[in-house]
């Protein structure tokens, strides 16, 4: 198995958010409507940003942490996959580290054989471009197809 490369998706697969935080649409629009001012892009995106940074994540399969541990001990390259924003997002100064950070907690370390990677060739979202930050393809709300494909080439990488 060395020299094999394993991504896993993380938001909704390795880690969510219990069942009593609800950021759905629903919970949006009553934080909307009872709270007008907050319809200015700005001050929803300090909100909303102190809602995550607080938020409690939870591992979705306890196994996952000693899956990963594994398979990085046999040899394979095991990186995560996001489709997260790629910089700061309110009072979230940079959202990569914030992931890596909120990984950490949960003993959940990827592969950082390929360094930082910056990929401006693809579009950029809120004056970001996608990024692999410490073994973590974030998307920046990209198609993640486009962000894999970028990444497979710009390293050089034949799956």
């Known amino acids: 198995m060395p020299k094999t490369g394993i991504l896993f998706d993380i938001d909704e ?10 950021f759905s649409w629903l919970f949006r629009f009553r934080l909307l409507w009872n709270f007008p001012e907050l319809r200015n892009s700005k001050r929803w995106e300090h909100v909303y940003s102190i809602l995550w940074q607080q938020a409690k994540f939870i591992l979705i399969e306890q196994g996952v942490v000693k899956l990963i541990k594994d398979l990085k001990s046999r040899g394979c390259i095991v990186l995560g996959f996001t489709s997260m924003e790629s910089g700061a997002y309110g009072v979230i100064s940079n959202m990569p580290e914030w992931r890596l950070n909120t990984l950490a907690q949960f003993g959940i370390e990827f592969t950082q054989t390929f360094g930082n990677h910056i990929f401006t060739n693809l579009p950029q979202y809120r004056n970001s471009y996608p990024v692999l930050y410490e073994g973590i393809l974030c998307a920046n709300q990209q198609p993640k197809g486009q962000v894999l494909e970028s990444f497979l080439e710009e390293l050089q990488i034949n799956p």
């Open 13 to 22: 697969t390795i880690i969510t958010l219990p069942g009593r935080l609800d």
